[in-house]
Nanobody
Framework: QVHLVESGGGLVQPGGSLRLSCAAS????????MGWYRQAPGKQRELVAL???????NYADSVKGRFTILRTSAVNTVYLQMNSLKPEDTAVYYC?????????WGQGTPVTVSS
């Protein structure tokens, strides 16, 4: 079992920055990858960025060059640094952890980009 707790969401103006955090607890030594997904109203949940245990990263095309996923050496905390935010980045952001093919999710943290 892995428990995920997110923080850092909020309201920001277009062009601004936010940093999301996700702390994992439980069987963290079994985590294969951690990442961030988002779900906007009326849309499906989509991958934003992920980082594997080995440190490989993958980003959605829509956030490349603006968002950066970071993880601690202990693999139990990941961050999503979001720069140059756009209104279309507005969504609830969910932390995800993959353990032996199973997905674990955080409760979600809302991000609103608006002037």
């Amino acid at each position: 079992q892995v428990h995920l707790v997110e923080s850092g969401g909020g309201l920001v103006q277009p062009g601004g920055s936010l940093r999301l955090s996700c702390a994992a607890s439980g069987s963290i030594f079994r985590i294969n990858a951690m990442g961030w997904y988002r779900q906007a109203p009326g849309k499906q949940r989509e991958l934003v960025a992920l980082v594997t245990r080995e440190g490989s990263t993958n980003y959605a095309d829509s956030v490349k060059g603006r968002f950066t996923i970071l993880r601690t050496s202990a693999v139990n905390t990941v961050y999503l640094q979001m720069n140059s935010l756009k209104p279309e980045d507005t969504a609830v952001y969910y932390c995800n952890a993959v353990v032996a093919g199973n997905d674990y999710w955080g409760q979600g943290t809302p991000v609103t980009v608006s002037s």
